[in-house]
């Protein structure tokens, strides 16, 4: 039973660009939300996406986006990147209201701004 | 969200228990206490997770205070494979429909294991 996946693992960038990544979630569930950790820090939450549609969103800007598709898998775009946007982004994945059911995580996408 | 306070830092020796702190004073009556641990280069992961009464688990055991304002994760016998950051997660029930709740990670608490 595969769990959530992520890719790529790592990836460098410069200033201005944009990203996409991609996450993969559990086997069975519907739900993927999307976090930041900088580094020596917590993940912060990004949004959540169910139903193919952004149902939470944290403290982002707009440059931050994502999706979801037919099959539960996710992606999240980073629009004119930032050096801050340099940090380890984590796809999270779990089942429609299931309220304190675990959330599983991937081990996460490296982006590094130069 | 409530706010948490846990220490920066705990030291444990291999097959000893640990028992890491959390202080969660605005906790409210519907929040569930949420632990979730994060080893070196992985994504966190779910240990446990309690309302009121103490919990027992494979991985660990919960304890709550009976106020509810601070909570006790206890690793029976910890072993070098227990070297992660520990987070304390209160969490009130998703208002939205559908989905999940959010996760709010503080900074937890690192933990290292001496053999």
């Known amino acids: 039973d595969a769990g959530v996946t992520q890719s790529p693992t790592h990836l460098i960038k410069t200033r201005g660009q944009q990203v996409t990544l991609r996450c993969s979630p559990k086997?069975?569930?519907?739900?993927v939300s999307w976090y930041q950790q900088a580094l020596g820090q917590g993940p912060q939450f990004i949004f959540q996406?169910?139903?193919?549609?952004?149902?939470q969103r944290g403290n982002f800007p707009d440059r931050f986006s994502g999706h979801q598709f037919p099959n539960y898998s996710s992606e999240l775009n980073v629009n004119a990147l930032l050096l801050g946007d340099s940090a380890l982004y984590l796809c999270a994945s779990s089942l429609r209201d299931s309220y304190n059911q675990p959330q599983h995580f991937g081990d996460g996408t490296r982006l590094s701004i130069l | 969200d409530a706010k948490t306070t846990q220490p920066n830092s705990m030291e444990s020796n291999e097959e000893e228990p640990v028992h890491l702190p959390c202080n969660h004073s605005t906790i409210s009556g519907t929040d569930y206490i949420h632990w979730y641990r994060q080893l070196p280069s992985q994504g966190p992961e779910y240990v446990i997770h309690?309302?009121?009464s103490n919990v027992n688990n494979r991985m660990a055991s919960l304890a709550i205070a009976e106020d509810r304002k601070s909570s006790t994760l206890i690793l029976h016998r910890a072993t070098l494979r227990d070297a992660a950051v520990y987070y304390c997660i209160p969490t009130p029930p998703t208002e939205i429909q559908g989905g999940s709740e959010k996760l709010v990670f503080g900074k937890g608490t690192k933990l290292t294991v001496n053999p």
């Open positions: 996406y169910y139903e193919e549609e952004e149902r």
């Open positions: 309690g309302l009121t």
């Open positions: 086997s069975g569930h519907d739900t």
